[in-house]
């Protein structure tokens, strides 16, 4: 068939067209935490390499605060390629991919280096990349440290202290489970609901990290002045990007993307050192009382976790137990 000049002329048109919007590249990206977070100040410094590699090629826009939705909803939206990226708790995550649930089980990471070693090993990139079986591509874990209970006004000092106390938890069974085996009473609530949770007494108390809890987060030392350094949990955060995102992306620009995540990485997590020091120091100013407990006492008391855990999680979780 032949084409009219006309008709060529319109396609060679809307085809140049095509290519110039395909070069330029918007993403935008959701955080619950608020701009000067030290996982905020990580989606900028990766935005920030993103422009730079790519000669202002690609944007990525950064909405801190919670401006996008909460936890489950921006992940819900990254799913569908609403949002393109999303920095998020991991627990949350396992509601829509379960083997990411692993990271919250009590105890798990013995410390810090422990975490570490998994997430950036083998085990942590098999987990990365599982996500596509929920539409999605993990990309890089940041650093949240340890997270430990606070309460309004019923100081924590025993596995006791909680009996039919109300604690928040995040949108994850596998911390459902964990608040049961304490005899806790759970209450599921968003992030962004947990302060007025705490000052009108829905809630007895939460937990979290430091950074969290102090001004440098969401300030519930405001409301919670009693802190019980246990650290039942060390959940790691976690860059995710829409599947439906990344595979419209050139294989050039995946690999960008990938390394712009990978060069945040070590940006947050000095950002997150210092958050931790400052953070503690500015709530014991303020007037939160630290309270340090056995530990091998909540240790114990996790026991039905992984009795309940131990099929689902199976080989994984001994892989993280055993892991050097
Ligand atoms: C951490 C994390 C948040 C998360 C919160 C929670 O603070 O950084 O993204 O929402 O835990 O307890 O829900």
Known sequence: MRMTRTLALALAVALLAGSTLAQQITLRAADNQPATYPTV????AMAEYLEAASDGRIVMEVFPGGQLGDERSTIEQVQLGVIDIVRTSTSPVGEFYPAMGVYSMPFIFRDEAHMWKVVQGPIG????????????????????????????????????????????????QVVLDMMDAL????????????????????????????????????????????????????????????????????????????????????????????????????????????????IAEFQDAMAPVYEKYADEYGDLLQRILDTE
């Open 41 to 44: 100040l990580g989606l900028m």
């Open 183 to 294: 005899g806790a009473d759970p209450v599921p609530l968003a992030f962004g609901e947990v302060y007025s949770a705490l000052q009108t007494g829905v809630i007895d108390g939460a937990e979290n990290n430091y950074p969290s809890y102090g001004p440098g987060g969401v300030r519930h030392y405001e409301v919670a002045p009693y802190f019980t350094e246990n650290a039942h949990a060390r959940v790691p955060e976690i860059v995710m990007i829409s599947a439906s995102t990344y595979d419209r992306l050139s294989a050039e620009d995946r690999a960008l993307v990938r390394e712009a995540a990978l060069a945040s990485v070590p940006v947050q997590a000095a950002l997150w050192a210092a958050l931790v020091a400052e953070s503690r120091e500015a709530v014991v100013e303020a007037g939160s009382e630290i309270i340090t407990v056995d």
């Open 125 to 172: 990139k098999e987990l990365l990349d599982g996500l596509r079986a929920a539409d999605m591509v993990g990309l890089a874990y940041y650093d949240s440290g340890s997270r430990n209970f606070y309460t309004a006004t019923t100081p924590i000092r025993s596995v006791a202290d909680l009996q039919g106390l109300r604690i928040r938890t995040q949108q994850s």
